[in-house]
């Protein structure tokens, strides 16, 4: 009767060391889920924020060269302000040349 009652209490202190051992294991895949999800949440975060910056560096491209084309604009619009008022003074003083001439 010691020798079966040796037996259970073996098979018993196996089987609440397997019990442990699962639950150990159980609490070592939450953790490792835990902190994959937290890596692929900081991954995430960072492309985000590259992403945000990459857009950030190309509106800030497109606002230069749209204040640079601007710029040219009224740069050419001057010019052709100063041709055509050159233009007008230029006949100015040829009608006025030809008033003179005339007289």
């Known amino acids: 009767m010691s020798a079966g009652l040796q037996i259970m209490q073996q098979q018993a202190a196996t089987r609440a060391q397997n019990a442990q051992i699962e639950f150990q294991n159980q609490a070592a895949e ?3 889920q835990y902190n994959t999800l937290q890596a692929q949440s900081a991954r ?3 492309a985000q924020q590259k992403q945000l910056q990459e ?3 190309a509106q800030n491209f497109d606002l230069a060269n749209m204040a640079y084309e601007s710029d040219i ?19 100015r003083l040829h ?6 001439k005339v007289k």
């Open 44 to 46: 995430t975060g960072e």
């Open 73 to 91: 604009a009224a740069l050419n619009l001057r010019l052709m302000q100063e041709q055509a008022a050159a233009g007008a003074e230029k006949e």
């Open 55 to 57: 857009d950030v560096i």
């Open 95 to 100: 009608l006025l040349h030809c008033k003179l």
């Open 30 to 32: 939450q953790e490792f």
